[in-house]
């Protein structure tokens, strides 16, 4: 039973100590070993399991500390006798009884947001040989050791006397200053901090705005190919999407503009095509929006990924009449799972969507607001994006090489930056069988059907993203790709 159970938990500490103390918390608290009962011996447990004995003596020693088992001298390890056991058959679920008694809840729900269609990435992507995967995290470019200076500046007794009580509705006042002064006027804004509002990621930004603003009747634009999982927000909300073209130049002005209340634009790095909008569109779109009284949520989409070293001002920066909500993101650069993002939005606006944000989460939690707030400050933000901008220069220039050598026939979509290439194949492309035969191979790499809204979705796109693939591994990646989409098209126009 030791060796398999404690297989279970090999992946859930960095240390074997730690791996033996779970696995023996475990066996406690489920009740294999009842209050009373002695534990396995030392010299037994490391037999077993192919350790030292002083490796499984910490374990047990860390046991005691906590509580769980006492020492008894010439006896070993005994399990406390505090607390109680589980009973057995109580852990057995009741299948009859939940069975008879089950609620028809589909007839319950508001929505089904399971049903939405959203952008899938397999789990284990990053074990794949060749993860052509959108604006992931690498571990490689990560600046592990200034990020690490920044967090064990935050368990220091003065830093955590400030991120660790509740703070209710309040953001860190060091990472508001932060956005306030670094990041934001990089990109052309200046604002007051009661502007500024902290969320997890573009995701939840989106979705207070939904939440705030949006009503059944809100007629709200969104490009078309866009980011569906804004598009989705929204849709919970509103019954009316209105659907927008975009061209090389990003979203295109039009009457369809005169009928929306807001009107959802990624002009930085347009989503998923990647292409920059021109200042001159960007002024364009404004005058519409003031002529025809809708408001633009920007969301500045990899804004500092920037190849050409001259980024387009943000429109946010151009806005003098109060019309542009800016949803920015930390996470996009930095790393996902830390889910940093923030809004600027005119003061009232951020009152009310502080106080929503209060009813859901109170505060983003404030222990990675301060370590961002202070990488920031330290001027590593500032240094790891010019690598990422450096780094992605020439894993992009590499992808484009490979896919003029291996696939001519993907016509790539020009961009100035970003983290993918948008690609269209021949017409009769299954981009989503497709993706599936290559991730048989250890390729993975996005369909671009999900992007389009409606039914009629163009099924020979991909998105290829370069973010989170080695240089040298891309040809050897974008051969496969080749190899793999001129097999599905052969088998596609083979008589049955």
């Not at 030791?2 to 103390?21: I, M, N, P, Y």
């Not at 057995?88 to 269609?117: H, I, N």
């Not at 967090?151 to 006042?173: I, S």
Request: aromatic share 8%.
């Amino acid at each position: 039973m030791w060796s398999e159970l404690f297989a279970r938990f090999k992946a859930q500490s960095s240390t074997l100590q730690g791996q033996v103390r779970d696995m023996l918390m475990h066996a406690v608290m489920e009740g294999f070993i009842l209050p009373g009962e002695p534990l396995p011996s030392s010299r037994f447990l490391a037999h077993k399991l192919g350790l030292s004995r002083t490796t499984v003596m910490l374990a047990l020693l860390a046991l005691t500390e906590s509580g769980i088992a006492v020492g008894h001298p010439r006896s070993g390890y005994i399990v406390a006798g505090q607390g109680q056991s589980i009973d057995p058959e109580a852990r057995k679920p009741a299948v009859e009884a939940t069975t008879q008694a089950s609620l028809a809840w589909e007839k319950r729900f508001m929505f089904t947001a399971s049903k939405q269609q959203n952008i899938e990435k397999p789990i284990d992507w990053q074990k794949q040989p060749y993860p052509f995967i959108y604006g992931q995290f690498d571990a490689s470019l990560f600046p592990t050791l200034q990020w690490r200076e920044c967090v064990l500046e935050g368990l220091q007794p003065r830093a955590l006397r400030n991120w660790a009580p509740d703070h209710l509705d309040r953001d860190d006042e060091l990472l508001i200053e932060q956005i306030q002064r670094r990041l934001l006027p990089a990109r052309g804004i200046w604002v007051e901090r009661d502007e500024i509002l902290v969320t997890t990621g573009a995701q939840q930004a989106t979705f207070l705005l939904s939440e705030l603003l949006i009503g059944s009747k809100t007629r709200v634009g969104m490009e078309n190919p866009g980011y569906p999982d804004a598009r989705n927000n929204f849709s919970l909300r509103s019954r009316d999407i209105q659907l927008l073209d975009v061209d090389a130049d990003g979203l295109v002005p039009g009457p369809s503009l005169s009928c929306c209340d807001y009107v959802y634009v990624t002009p930085s790095h347009q989503c998923p095509t990647t292409v920059t909008m021109p200042l001159a569109r960007r002024r364009t779109l404004l005058a519409d929006a003031s002529r025809h009284d809708f408001v633009i949520i920007e969301d500045d989409h990899e804004s500092e990924l920037n190849f050409s070293g001259h980024p387009s001002p943000a429109l946010k920066s151009l806005d003098t009449a109060q019309r542009v909500i800016y949803v920015g993101s930390l996470s996009k650069t930095l790393a996902h799972g830390l889910r940093l993002g923030f809004l600027v939005a005119p003061a009232e606006l951020i009152c009310e969507l502080r106080a929503l944000r209060r009813l859901m989460i109170r505060h983003v939690p404030t222990n990675n607001q301060q370590s961002a707030a202070n990488f920031i400050a330290h001027g590593h933000h500032e240094a790891f994006v010019r690598r990422l901008n450096a780094v992605y220069r020439q894993r992009a220039a590499a992808l484009r090489s490979a896919l003029d050598e291996h696939a001519p026939e993907l016509a790539q979509v020009p961009a100035q930056g970003g983290s993918a290439l948008w690609v269209t194949g021949p017409k009769e492309l299954d981009a989503r069988k497709l993706v599936r035969n290559l991730y048989a191979k250890g390729v993975v790499v996005e369909a671009g059907n999900v992007f389009f809204a409606g039914d009629k979705q163009p099924g020979n796109h991909l998105r290829i993203g370069y973010s989170s693939i080695e240089a040298d591994r891309i040809d050897e990646g974008v051969r496969i790709i080749s190899q793999e989409m001129k097999r599905e098209i052969a088998s596609r126009s083979r008589p049955v």
